[in-house]
């Protein structure tokens, strides 16, 4: 069973920068797997926001140039480096994981989900 833990959600001012972090349990630190970010915003569907495995890095288009994913694979840890934040930014950050290193898009590709945390950008 993969534990995942998401931290550091706020409301911010739109401009303004956050970071987030995931950490996981050590089973994600032996193998060779795909983590990732996802956001839900109020009425709308989970969508993936950036992906990470030891082959690639993906990012949304609405978030590229903006948001940096990264992480400590050793220490189970993953963030998200949110910069110029705008109000369509806001929703609940998921962190994700699937044990393949591939790293798909949809949402029902990845079997482990934190509980998520809440991210709000005010204009």
């Known amino acids: 069973q993969v534990q995942l833990v998401e931290s550091g959600g706020d409301s911010v001012q739109a401009g303004g920068s956050l970071t987030l972090s995931c950490a996981a349990s050590t089973y994600m630190t032996t193998i060779d797997g795909c983590m990732g970010w996802f956001r839900q915003a109020p009425g709308k569907e989970r969508e993936r926001v950036a992906t990470?495995?030891?082959?690639?890095?993906q990012y949304a288009d609405s978030v590229r140039g903006r948001f940096t994913i990264s992480q400590d694979k050793a220490k189970g840890l993953l963030y998200l480096q949110m910069s110029s934040l705008i109000p369509e930014d806001t929703g609940v950050y998921y962190c994700?994981?699937?044990?393949?290193?591939?790293?798909?898009?949809?949402?029902?590709?990845?079997?482990?989900w934190g509980q998520g945390t809440q991210v709000t950008v005010s204009s």
């Open positions: 990470i495995s030891t082959y690639s890095t």
């Open positions: 994700a994981a699937r044990e393949e290193y591939w790293c798909h898009v949809e949402v029902s590709d990845y079997k482990y």
